[in-house]
């Protein structure tokens, strides 16, 4: 393989968002033919590819249409394995399959393997950058990080803080500070890598882990914390009673300092009014998880409400609660989600949410999530053409806004055609064969 550092061109019809968009406004740019030169991993240009010459170096992704990477802003590396496991909702479902499944992870050449797997998966489903729970063992999110560094891929994960209400061999033997201040030091800022607190919820972390995890965040600054929040009526019933003392489930997070504008929170399905507005005030994020949340009964979101509210809101497959590595899957039941709370989720806001959106809820859109000179070249092809009823249904679409509504609500992995990491195929898929190849480690 060529080094992704070098210089490629690629001809291509690109979808992409301005900088300026917002949920409730996305700016839509739509480009039909351009040339975009990536040099050292990064969009040099984009040039209107009518007016040039063509040269045999163009690689022409053409008919497709080309977007920024799909972003996963919540998923649970250790549960790929019991994706789609039947009969129970949220707390009985982690106790006969979530826990059992992470137990593997203490080994670590299980740990390796399942890495592997995990991100070929992800690249097949034309995901690029994901914020990713391991297991409490720090040899998952070391297996992790190390293959998403040989990928270059730009990866946020950390170990899971659990010290109660969890099975033996689940649980840290200490505050977890020690071992998540070991994994900041190796891999934090390390190439395209960033570290997440990541106390699983309230319920499992006493009140000494839950202000270790407080004290990781002030002794490691650009640190992300990560959490599950008001999933489950259940969930919040029990971690009420474990701190009766505290108004709601959001404001025993808020007491150890845990809710900022790097605060990431997964579902946020069930908060109050004063949770809404004490989110609001700190800045910190929502991810919306709508194929867990049904798979599981846990609840409908109401995206409209956190829009009114400037609650940022992030995308996120949550496997293995969800039942698919696939974003447009994802944006499927999410407008399902949406309708049955009477609002309809256009497709251009679903599809800015996947790119621009969750790059601006995780603080990287500058970096990643556009298709403009100076960003990464983190891209994902579609190409309908795979599907039957998909491209059928793409051939009689009039418009963009057609086109992207049947992605969305007919697509799955079959539509993705090539993922492209720094501007090198990691991805491809052929008619029969998949290829997923791996890039060497290199340090920035």
């Known amino acids: 393989m060529s080094d992704a550092r070098s210089p490629r061109r690629y001809r291509a019809r690109c979808l992409s968002f301005g900088a300026q968009s917002t949920a409730a406004a996305p700016i839509v740019e739509l480009l039909d033919d351009v040339l975009i030169t990536v040099v050292d991993g990064r969009i040099a240009s984009v040039d209107d590819a009518s007016a040039l010459p063509a040269t045999s170096d163009v690689v022409d992704l053409r008919p497709g249409l080309l977007l920024p990477g799909f972003i996963d802003s919540h998923i649970h590396f250790p549960q790929q394995d019991m994706i789609g496991s039947y009969g129970a909702q949220l707390m009985d479902w982690l106790e006969r399959y979530a826990f059992p499944a992470e137990m593997a992870y203490a080994d670590p050449a299980f740990s390796a393997d399942a890495a592997e797997r995990f991100l070929d998966r992800m690249l097949a489903n034309g995901t690029t950058t994901a914020m990713v729970f391991a297991t409490v063992h720090e040899t998952s999110a070391e297996a992790l990080f190390q293959a998403a560094a040989r990928r270059r891929l730009r990866m946020i994960a950390g170990k899971v803080l ?11 033997t200490d505050d977890g500070y020690a071992a998540s201040a070991a994994l900041i030091e190796r891999w934090h800022g390390r190439d395209r890598l960033a570290y997440a607190v990541t106390p699983r919820f309230a319920i499992t972390s006493t009140d000494a882990q839950l202000g270790a995890a407080k004290r990781l965040l002030e002794d490691y600054p650009g640190t992300y914390l990560h959490s599950h929040l008001s999933e489950n009526p259940g969930e919040i019933q029990q971690t009420l009673a474990l701190y009766p003392d505290a108004p709601n489930y959001l404001a025993v997070y808020d007491q150890f300092g845990l809710v900022n504008d790097r605060s990431h929170y997964a579902h946020g399905i069930h908060l109050s009014e004063p ?13 919306f998880c709508p194929t867990s949340n049904l798979f599981l009964g846990s609840g409908l979101l109401d995206i409209e409400a956190l829009m009114r509210r400037g609650i940022p809101m992030s995308v996120a497959t949550d496997v293995g609660g969800g039942t698919s590595f696939s974003q447009l899957r994802t944006l499927a039941d999410g407008y399902k ?3 049955l709370r009477g609002y309809s989720w256009h497709p251009f806001s679903a599809f800015y949410a996947l790119t621009l959106g969750n790059a601006q809820a995780l603080g990287l859109a500058d970096r990643i999530g556009r298709i403009a000179p100076g960003y990464e070249a983190d891209w994902v092809l579609l190409d309908g053409r795979s599907q039957p009823v998909l491209g059928e249904r793409l051939a009689r ?10 992605y969305q609500m007919l697509g799955d992995e079959r539509a993705v055609s090539k993922t492209l990491i720094l501007g090198t195929p990691l991805y491809e898929r052929g008619d029969r064969v998949e290829r997923v190849e791996r890039t060497e480690t290199h340090n920035a």
Do not use: C, K, S, Y
């Not at 659990?162 to 840290?172: E, H, K, S, W």
């Open 162 to 172: 659990m010290d109660r209400n969890a099975p033996d061999g689940l649980r840290d």
């Open 337 to 339: 989600v949406a309708q």
């Open 397 to 406: 679409a009039e418009t963009l806004e057609e086109e992207l509504f049947a």
């Open 275 to 287: 949770e809404l507005e004490l989110m609001h005030a700190r800045q910190g994020t929502i991810a």
